[in-house]
């Protein structure tokens, strides 16, 4: 396994302009989250895939994210209209199709969005 | 809601000498219990969990925890810490969601640093 890969690693971007991140779980991993954390903090979940179809969303997700994965490979997460405030680590990371409420997720590097 | 508590932002520790970690929850089912940690510029990694069973549970890089019901904790142990084991260190308590999976809800963290 290559592990979980995230591109960009790092974005700079003005206020309001739009960015999207991408996520590549390890092959064969048929759930994907989005996780977001900030300086000092753990991180925050945001979503969840089960294959292609994305079952949960928290409240931190506003209207202005917008995630897919619309292969169940790859995933993306997309923020329009950025704010200061979006400023943050977005980690993805991936479970195998076994355990369930027990699996293992496995993280990616993260990309660091800030936002100027 | 399920919740995570990490008491200790910052600990240093002398090479050699023992560390625990302590981390407290609060989740009103049976709780599954990580820790992972994290180095700058790396993803998480997960160094052991708690599913049921044994109260006490062996990970990588020799850590272990003990799972406290009646505490409603899970510390994390260290008998002789090494420099490389400096990092950030994570609780988190996994909560079921739709369709299976394991959403996360992480503590704040603690950053250990090793004295040489």
């Known amino acids: 396994d290559t592990g979980v890969s995230q591109n960009p690693r790092h974005k700079i971007t003005k206020r309001g302009q739009n960015v999207t991140f991408r996520c590549d779980p390890i092959?064969?991993?048929?759930?994907l989250y989005w996780y977001r954390q900030t300086l000092g903090q753990g991180p925050e979940f945001l979503t969840y895939?089960?294959?292609?179809?994305?079952?949960?969303k928290s409240r931190l997700l506003s209207d202005r994210f917008s995630a897919e994965r619309p292969k169940g490979s790859f995933s993306t997460l997309e923020i329009q209209r950025t704010e200061q405030g979006d400023s943050a680590m977005y980690l993805c990371a991936s479970s195998p199709p076994s355990g369930g409420s027990t699996d293992t997720q496995y993280f990616g590097p993260g990309t660091r969005l800030t936002v100027l | 809601a399920q919740s995570v508590t990490q008491p200790d932002i910052h600990i240093t520790v002398s090479e050699g000498a023992s560390l625990e970690l302590r981390c407290n929850y609060s989740?009103?089912?049976?709780?599954?219990l990580f820790w992972y940690v994290q180095s700058p510029g790396q993803g998480l990694q997960l160094l052991l969990k708690?599913?049921?069973?044994?109260?006490l549970v062996q990970g990588i890089k020799g850590f272990e925890a003990e799972f406290k019901r009646s505490q409603s904790s899970f510390n994390l142990r260290k008998p002789s810490v090494h420099w490389s084991d400096a990092a950030e260190y994570f609780c988190a308590v996994g909560a079921g969601v739709t369709g299976g999976g394991n959403k996360l809800t992480f503590g704040t963290g603690t950053q250990l640093k090793v004295e040489l």
């Open positions: 989740y009103g089912a049976t709780p599954y």
């Open positions: 708690y599913f049921s069973g044994d109260t």
């Open positions: 092959s064969e991993h048929n759930r």
């Open positions: 895939f089960q294959n292609e179809a994305q079952l949960e």
